[in-house]
């Protein structure tokens, strides 16, 4: 009998990430890391990528994870959890272990969406049991906030600045939830600390397939963001109200959206409480600003329209 | 006892593989290692092994996997050469610090640009500092009979320290050469079980591999390093002594060759060594006394045991398959450090020969041993670095 | 902490205490501290789900006090509290006063 998804029952089980960390007041990544460890109800074995979750989780002599845990480099989780998976294959095989465990890895958008995105793509495509949990909070923070491929159209960075001529980051983000269901793994889904049992609900399903699963969480950053310390989670609900961020699972390759606003708030809602994106309110910006609605408005009804698809047949 | 076949070294090492069936193998094909992976393949699809083979997208995810899967708790091998060991090269510090015994195959291989797929040291020298025990391979034999010891070193509670077997790409891995395989039993006796410090997959007990270690720290786990890399020298001899027992053939931490009363040795690894060796007959026939000294553990380079060997000879040339542009290569600049440390002040120059596969011939050996000659009658040396076999 | 010498060190900096973190205070980072008015609290546990720094202290599924030891004053669960009646149950205090 697996804990049910209530708050009461959840807070009974051991938190499996502790307090003494050293990531910043209000950090979105360990709200992500302890709900998904409060989900899964096996032991698990995680691998961390390089980055701010896993330079402030173990700064020598100390750790604050309670699962065995290991970060070998930036690029290579997806990796580094597949070497640990087959291990636990081969040692099961020779009766060596009989329990039952499973496998994350967690990285950030850098680790994940860029120099991590070959060695990602392999593992899913080997079929290694891991479940991959990415928390993109749309840019390089660790190092200072640099540009990523996950950072939005127009964001000010310290490698995309705001400048004089030229008004951020050029390029809309890439879209690593898509290209990840591109792989036809048995499970893909996009969700927010802010959806605590959505959240839950997505690490359950994607720890139960027998295969590889991968899970892209917005994780607000407040130093990258330019956002106060308290509104983490409030920030990340507007990006699932505006649609930036919509919330959609895709099992055995059949997409759901798991959230439809009943208004589908402006894009600007989300953009004008965030720092980075101040420059886009000047006189002159404009365009950026509906450049940056009409990506969110086309991805949300290609989103409405593939799963209209599946409605229609039933 | 074994028995004899006419193998190739990439058989050789796969037969090794098999023999010692790890619990994980991770690797990607490379020329000229590619056929090690590809043999190996076929021993795990026939069920000759029980090894899970994780069959990466990139060198780099295989020594990922490899640190991942010897963390957890078992034996881990893979295969590579040249841009491969590059493509690894950030990886292989991470497991020596991490002190995980994963055993590679290294078929050397000439590095980039131009490219070039044929033997040369490049990639093993390119990582010798990378914190792995490295053992270089003369022939199919030799990388046979190393690739078994080094998982006891490895694996050695004293050292705990990941391993490199090298070979020479195409002249051995490619060759087929007549060699004698030790019974399956055997092996597995020889090797005994894998003992884990600190699975990861002991989830009852977890352990965090891979903190962040400030200057408070570092510099303390570099030193444990070194403290367990110094160890390697009396564990080589001590495997070495018991697999005698088991195969008849001994082993050092170098092989000595005619050297006892020499004036004259060069110092030559792997295969271009057993070229060598003959010519040195042939001058010894006419009453030259020259020897040869073959490295065979490079990481940790046994230093005094290397300047004992030579204390006595007059001039030294040494023959390097590899560069390091602007200095002098690799080995020379190990057998400098070893005679200067030990008080020892031969004459020494440094020869660069058979990058990228180029042949090591006789009559290579042959100059180079006539110009030590010149060397030793003169007292003088003319040019200290030099290329052999290259033309003007 | 007294520092250890490298032949005291575990091997590979590996670390067999798992949460040793907990030992580690960080609630000297804040500037502002959480203030449980538990009048005002309807048990929803909403800030103990959202609390990045495991510091909102909860027993048979009821919350009790925070963890100062550890909670870094972000205000998140202040932001989050709904309250009861327009009353909120977490008010952030600034440190010192």
Not at chain 1, 43 to 61: H, Y
Not at chain 2, 20 to 49: H, L, W
Not at chain 2, 58 to 81: K, P, Q
Request: aromatic residues 8%; proline residues 5%; contains cysteine.
């Amino acid at each position: 009998m697996s804990t049910p998804l209530r708050l009461k029952e959840l807070s009974k089980k051991e938190d499996l990430l502790t307090g003494g960390h050293r990531l910043c007041s209000g950090c979105g990544a360990p709200i992500i890391v302890r709900q998904v460890l409060l989900a899964a109800e096996v032991p698990v074995v995680a691998a961390n990528a390089t980055g701010c979750l896993e330079v402030s989780t173990s700064i020598f002599p100390y750790t604050a994870w309670k699962i065995p845990w290991i970060h070998s480099a930036f690029e290579n989780a997806a990796a580094t959890i597949s070497g640990v998976e087959a291990m636990y294959k081969a040692l099961k095989r020779k009766g060596k272990i009989d329990r039952k465990i499973k496998f994350i890895a967690f990285g950030g958008d850098g680790g994940t969406y860029d120099i991590g995105f070959q060695s990602l793509s392999g593992a899913m495509e080997r079929g290694h049991d891991i479940v991959y949990i990415c928390y993109d909070n749309g840019a390089y923070m660790n190092t200072g906030i640099q540009r990523s491929s996950a950072t939005p159209l127009g964001a000010n960075t310290t490698t995309s600045p705001a400048g004089s001529v030229i008004p951020g980051k050029l390029q809309p983000r890439k879209n690593l939830t898509k290209i990840m269901a591109a792989h036809g793994i048995p499970y893909v889904a996009q969700t927010t600390p802010a959806h605590w049992r959505d959240l839950m609900t997505k690490v359950r399903k994607a720890l139960d397939v027998d295969g590889p699963a991968f899970i892209n969480v917005l994780a607000s950053c407040n130093r990258g963001w330019r956002t106060p310390t308290n509104t983490t989670i409030q920030d990340t609900k507007l990006a699932v109200e505006t649609c930036y961020w919509p919330l959609y699972e895709y099992e055995n390759g059949r997409l759901k959206i798991n959230y439809k606003p009943k208004e589908k708030k402006p894009i600007v809602e989300f953009l004008k409480t965030q720092g980075r994106f101040k420059h886009l309110f000047s006189p002159g910006n404009e365009h950026i600003l509906e450049k940056i609605q009409e990506l969110v408005d086309a991805e949300w009804e290609a989103l409405l329209r593939e799963e209209s698809l599946y409605s229609e047949e039933g | 006892m074994g028995k004899k076949l006419a193998v190739t070294g990439n058989q050789a090492i796969a037969e090794a593989m098999r023999q010692i069936n790890p619990d994980v193998c991770a690797a990607y094909p490379i020329t000229p290692s590619t056929e090690v992976m590809q043999r190996f393949a076929a021993f795990v699809a026939d069920g000759k092994v029980g090894t899970e083979l994780v069959t990466v997208e990139s060198e780099h995810s295989a020594m990922s996997a490899c640190i991942g899967a010897s963390a957890a708790g078992g034996r881990v091998m893979t295969a590579t050469s040249s841009q491969g060991l590059a493509l690894m090269w950030e990886m292989l510090h991470i497991a020596s610090g991490m002190r995980l015994p994963v055993v590679m195959t290294l078929v050397n291989r000439a590095l980039s640009a131009p490219i070039n797929i044929h033997g040369d040291h490049s990639d093993g020298m390119g990582s010798r500092d990378c914190g792995w025990i490295q053992l270089y391979s003369e022939n199919a034999q030799e990388a046979y009979d190393n690739l078994i010891q080094a998982i006891r070193i490895a694996e050695h509670e004293s050292v705990r320290l990941p391993a490199m077997v090298c070979m020479d790409g195409f002249i051995i891995s490619h060759s087929i050469e007549s060699m004698e395989f030790l019974p399956d039993e055997t092996v597995k006796e020889f090797i005994g079980e894998f003992k884990p410090t600190h699975p990861l997959l002991d989830v009852d007990n977890p352990v965090t591999y891979g903190p962040l270690v400030l200057p408070d720290y570092f510099i303390e786990f570099k030193r444990a390093q070194h403290e367990a890399m110094s160890h390697v020298k009396d564990v080589v001899l001590e495997v070495a002594k018991e697999f005698e027992k088991i195969s008849g053939r001994s082993y050092g931490l170098f092989e000595s060759y005619r050297l006892d009363d020499a004036d004259i040795a060069i110092v030559i690894l792997n295969s271009a060594a057993g070229t060598a060796k003959d010519v040195i007959d042939v001058f010894r026939d006419k009453g030259l006394k020259v020897g040869l000294l073959k490295p065979r553990l490079f990481r940790p380079f046994p230093y005094e045991e290397v300047a004992q060997a030579l204390a006595n000879v007059k001039v030294i040339g040494v023959l390097d398959r590899a560069e390091s542009l602007g200095g002098f290569g690799p080995m020379f600049m190990e057998i400098a450090s070893a005679m200067m440390t030990n008080g020892s002040n031969p004459l020494m120059v440094n020869k660069i020969y058979g990058l990228g596969g180029r042949d090591f011939m006789p009559e290579h050996a042959e100059a180079v041993i006539n110009e030590l000659k010149e060397i030793m009658d003169t007292g003088k040396v003319k040019v200290l670095k030099e290329y052999i076999g290259v033309r003007e | 902490m007294k520092l250890k010498g490298w032949k005291e060190l575990e091997i590979g900096a590996v670390i067999p205490e798992p949460g040793n973190a907990d030992n580690y205070n960080t609630g000297s980072w804040r500037a502002f501290r959480p203030q449980w008015i538990e009048d005002n609290c309807i048990q929803c546990l909403f800030c103990w789900i959202y609390c990045p720094d495991s510091a909102v202290t909860v027993k048979d599924g009821k919350r009790g006090e925070f963890d100062y030891d550890h909670c870094k004053g972000c205000g998140i669960c202040a932001n989050e509290c709904p309250g009861k009646k327009g009353n909120k149950a977490i008010v952030m205090v600034e440190e010192g006063k």
